[in-house]
């Protein structure tokens, strides 16, 4: 199981960033796939996931409104659509992967990609 992320980059507050998350390994289908990030001397936290069922997606409240997590099993990748950038979006993002339901991802994905940083300021 390998997982890739990428993405990041430098924006302004407002702007909008689009991750994704390519899979390789193993076939999407049958995991839930989440993002986590960290920012500087924080715990790294969960952010978004979306199911291995029926794509349902779940977001943490400060997020909520302002992200999207999609997946193209086709392409075997997810993505996280960041718009309305605050500068306390800005961390490493990590995704990962547990062939599970969400609500055990959350708790302790089993496979991590690398970090991606994205940068919020002006």
């Known amino acids: 199981v390998q997982l890739q992320a990428s993405g990041g980059g430098l924006v302004q507050p407002g702007g909008s960033l689009r991750l994704s998350c390519a899979a390789s390994?193993?076939?999407?289908?049958?995991?839930?796939i989440g993002w986590f990030r960290q920012a500087p001397g924080k715990e790294r936290k969960w952010v978004s996931c979306?199911?291995?069922?029926?794509?349902?997606?779940d977001y943490a409240d400060s997020v909520k409104g302002r992200f999207t997590i999609a997946r193209d099993n086709a392409e075997n990748t997810v993505y996280l659509q960041m718009n309305s950038l605050k500068p306390e979006d800005t961390a490493v993002y990590y995704c990962a992967a547990r062939r599970s339901l969400c609500n055990v991802l959350r708790l302790r994905p089993d496979d991590w990609g690398q970090g991606t940083q994205v940068t919020v300021s002006s």
């Open positions: 390994g193993f076939n999407l289908d049958y995991y839930a």
């Open positions: 979306i199911s291995n069922r029926d794509g349902s997606p």
